[in-house]
Structures are given as structure tokens and as C-alpha cells.
């Protein structure tokens, strides 16, 4: 039971990883699993072997979860975007008592409030930024080999910080499309080659990434774990806030406006429900 539980709430955190305006390492957070998995990561050698069936269980159900949501994700942005975008702001709400929880009984410091006031102002900075998005064919050149590996480094970061947006900083860069159209078409052999261009240096600028960034995000939650986690909960209110914005800034009709309130309930009960049963 304990190994589907952390299948399913892996299976989570990979579609909250491809979703614009979620943080795959938030739902991580909420699960309980991010702290075990970062030490892990930052300790390979130490910690690897040690917690291999965690790891293999973990990281399976993220792959699966980008591999087989990354088509159906964007299919349902494209054509049903306040109903899918509700869902996972809803799941995101459910999970910012448990972050509560984690500064709970700490007496509240100026530093730490000056801390999360800093993050919330870089996101707001950062969301507020266009410089569009690249959706044509990339050139395949050394140069955007560079850049696909810089952009699986940037997804890292996003991917490792809680209450960061790895969608969204790809957005930034002009690199989420071309990421998740390859993701959702890597079984399509006759664009195989276009894919693998373009999923490899990603590969590699994410592993490395991962590897590199952890390093430093659990030095940070070792030396600085309080004013950490105030950033943390500073990012994922402000995110579900411009989420919020951004859904708020068009026009929806009545009955897509109620199952959208309906999944938005949904998507509350359903991490409300994991983290209580969370041991």
C-alpha cells in the first residue's frame, strides 16, 4: 500500500511538473517526499543504493506521468484551459497548510518575513516578463544543442525549488513548447531524430542540474531551513495568486465555470486527502 501510495503521489508531482503555473517540487513537498529525495540526489554515493527502491518507484511514476501527460496536458490546456488549470490550482491550495505546518510553533522573525517578501517580488518580476515563445522547428546547430542544455539546467532549478515554475521559465526562454511537443511525441518514430535532438541536451542539462542544484537546496534547508521554507510558502501563495489572475483575465461560460469550481474541489480533496494519510 505504502509503495502505490508513493507511485500515485509521484505520478502527481510529474504532471504538476508539465502544467504552466504548477511546481512539481510543491506537490513533492506536500507528499512529504521532497526532503528524502534532494538528500538522496545530493548524496548519490552515500545515499543511492541505500533507498534505491524509493528512488526507482519515485522516479518511474514522474517519467511516466511526463511521458503520458505531456500530450494530453497540452491537448487539454489548448481546448479546455479554466477546467485543467482550476484542478491543479485547487491541488496546489490543498497543499499550502501542510507547508504551514512545517514553520508551525517557530516564532515569526523579521529576516524570515524579509526572506519570503524577496521571492515573492523576483516571481512577480519574472511572471511579468514576455519574450515570447518559440514554437517553430529549432535549427540544429551547436548553438541550440547550448541552449537545449542550458534550458534542461533552468528546468533544474525549477524543478528541485519548491514554489518555482519550471513550465513558465521555459516560457520565458521560448523552450516549453518544443519540450513538451517532443515529450508527447517521443514514441513517434519518423520524427524520432527531430526528438532526440532536442531531448538529449535537455536530458543532460537537467541531470546536471539536478545534481548540481540539490547540492545547494539542501545546504540551504540544513543551514537556512526556516527562512527557506518562508520563500517556499511566499512562492506558492503568490503562484496560485497569479494563476488565478491569469484564469481570471478571460471569458468562460456558466457550465464551464462550474466544473471548473467542481474540479478546483476535486483537486483540494485529493491532496488534502494524501497528506493527511501522509505518515
Same mark, same amino acid.
Given at each position: 500500500?505504502?509503495?502505490?501510495?508513493?507511485?500515485?503521489?509521484?505520478?502527481?508531482?510529474?504532471?504538476?511538473?508539465?502544467?504552466?503555473?504548477?511546481?512539481?517540487?510543491?506537490?513533492?513537498?506536500?507528499?512529504?517526499?521532497?526532503?528524502?529525495?534532494?538528500?538522496?540526489?545530493?548524496?548519490?554515493?552515500?545515499?543511492?543504493?541505500?533507498?534505491?527502491?524509493?528512488?526507482?518507484?519515485?522516479?518511474?511514476?514522474?517519467?511516466?506521468?511526463?511521458?503520458?501527460?505531456?500530450?494530453?496536458?497540452?491537448?487539454?490546456?489548448?481546448?479546455?484551459?479554466?477546467?485543467?488549470?482550476?484542478?491543479?490550482?485547487?491541488?496546489?491550495?490543498?497543499?499550502?497548510?501542510?507547508?504551514?505546518?512545517?514553520?508551525?510553533?517557530?516564532?515569526?522573525?523579521?529576516?524570515?518575513?524579509?526572506?519570503?517578501? %524577496?521571492?515573492?517580488?523576483?516571481? @512577480?518580476?519574472?511572471? *511579468? /516578463?514576455?519574450?515570447?515563445? $518559440?514554437?517553430? =522547428? &529549432?535549427?540544429? +546547430?551547436?548553438?541550440?544543442?547550448?541552449?537545449?542544455?542550458?534550458?534542461?539546467?533552468?528546468?533544474?532549478?525549477?524543478?528541485?525549488?519548491?514554489?518555482?515554475?519550471?513550465?513558465?521559465?521555459?516560457? %520565458?526562454?521560448?523552450?516549453?513548447? @518544443?519540450?513538451?511537443? *517532443? /515529450?508527447?511525441?517521443?514514441? $513517434?518514430?519518423? =520524427? &524520432?531524430?527531430? +526528438?532526440?535532438?532536442?531531448?538529449?541536451?535537455?536530458?543532460?542539462?537537467?541531470?546536471?542540474?539536478?545534481?548540481?542544484?540539490?547540492?545547494?537546496?539542501?545546504?540551504?534547508?540544513?543551514?537556512?531551513?526556516?527562512?527557506?521554507?518562508?520563500?517556499?510558502?511566499?512562492?506558492?501563495?503568490?503562484?496560485?495568486?497569479?494563476?488565478?489572475?491569469?484564469?481570471?483575465?478571460?471569458?468562460?461560460?456558466?457550465?464551464?465555470?462550474?466544473?471548473?469550481?467542481?474540479?478546483?474541489?476535486?483537486?483540494?480533496?485529493?491532496?488534502?486527502?494524501?497528506?493527511?494519510?501522509?505518515?
Amino acid at each position: 500500500m505504502k509503495d502505490i501510495k508513493l507511485f500515485i503521489e509521484g505520478f502527481i508531482i510529474g504532471i504538476g511538473k508539465i502544467i504552466p503555473g504548477v511546481s512539481g517540487a510543491m506537490f513533492a513537498m506536500m507528499f512529504g517526499v521532497y526532503e528524502k529525495a534532494l538528500n538522496i540526489i545530493s548524496n548519490l554515493k552515500k545515499e543511492l543504493f541505500k533507498n534505491l527502491k524509493f528512488m526507482i518507484i519515485l522516479g518511474t511514476s514522474i517519467l511516466l506521468a511526463i511521458i503520458l501527460g505531456s500530450n494530453i496536458i497540452k491537448r487539454c490546456l489548448d481546448n479546455y484551459y479554466l477546467p485543467t488549470m482550476m484542478l491543479f490550482i485547487g491541488m496546489m491550495s490543498g497543499g499550502i497548510k501542510p507547508l504551514f505546518n512545517k514553520v508551525k510553533g517557530i516564532k515569526v522573525e523579521k529576516k524570515n518575513i524579509i526572506c519570503a517578501i %524577496i521571492v515573492v517580488a523576483i516571481l @512577480v518580476i519574472v511572471s *511579468s /516578463l514576455n519574450f515570447g515563445v $518559440n514554437e517553430g =522547428n &529549432l535549427d540544429k +546547430n551547436p548553438l541550440t544543442f547550448l541552449l537545449l542544455i542550458i534550458s534542461g539546467f533552468v528546468d533544474a532549478f525549477a524543478t528541485v525549488t519548491p514554489g518555482i515554475c519550471g513550465t513558465a521559465l521555459l516560457m %520565458i526562454i521560448g523552450y516549453y513548447d @518544443v519540450v513538451i511537443t *517532443s /515529450l508527447g511525441d517521443i514514441f $513517434n518514430v519518423n =520524427n &524520432l531524430e527531430n +526528438n532526440l535532438f532536442i531531448l538529449i541536451p535537455f536530458v543532460i542539462g537537467l541531470l546536471l542540474g539536478l545534481y548540481l542544484i540539490s547540492k545547494l537546496i539542501n545546504y540551504l534547508f540544513k543551514n537556512h531551513k526556516t527562512k527557506t521554507y518562508y520563500s517556499i510558502i511566499g512562492f506558492a501563495i503568490t503562484s496560485i495568486i497569479l494563476l488565478f489572475k491569469d484564469v481570471l483575465s478571460k471569458t468562460y461560460g456558466i457550465q464551464e465555470i462550474i466544473i471548473s469550481i467542481v474540479l478546483f474541489i476535486i483537486g483540494f480533496i485529493i491532496v488534502h486527502f494524501l497528506e493527511k494519510k501522509e505518515i
